[in-house]
């Protein structure tokens, strides 16, 4: 992008830039990124699924704790055929998202906690509505607009998401739909 932007005429710089951007951008993705994606994906889904399965009730608080960052890489879509194998299996999950509902719940809390703190306006606005949706299960906003502009928030949002999913994993939370995880879905 920041090559287009330097060379191209302002005369056509408005329709040029974003579509060569997207003609190099695209293959790279399609071609690199994608299938890295996927590898990488597999392996922390094996590694959470061996997790699950060697350490039980406790796997859920390290489910709470990490998805935050699985969130903001886009690793947490490589969960769902866990998801899936679970549904199948039992009708329910007992691992991933009651994991990822204290973990959803907590960047939540942690953005609603900035709301509180912050003196700017932007700030507050910012936190406010980002906490909303994060307590509801949409955390990108908190997590990118948020928590990581304040570190603090962010590590303890890691560590609230494990408290509640060591919580969640000792009272054998499961659930029993496909929701996005947040307050909405404990219905």
Known sequence: YNFFEKYIPK???LFAVPLL???????VTLILLGPAGTFIGKYIADALQWVNVTLGWLSVA????????????????ALFP???????AFGYDPFVL???????????AAALAVYF????ADNKALALS???????????????????????PFIAAMIG???????AGIMGLAEYAIVSPGLAAIL
């Open 21 to 27: 951007t997207i003609l190099i951008v695209t293959p």
């Open 130 to 152: 980002s906490g909303i949706t994060g307590v509801l299960g949409i955390t990108e906003p908190s997590i990118f607009g948020v928590l990581l502009r304040f570190k603090k």
């Open 117 to 120: 703190r912050a003196k700017n």
């Open 82 to 88: 866990l998801v899936f194998a679970e549904f199948d």
């Open 98 to 108: 009651p994991g990822m509902l204290a973990a959803n719940v907590a960047v939540g």
């Open 161 to 167: 998401g494990g408290v509640g999913g060591l919580f």
């Open 62 to 77: 390290i489910m709470g704790a990490i998805t935050p960052i699985l969130v903001m890489t886009g690793m947490n879509q």
């Open 11 to 13: 005369e056509i710089k």
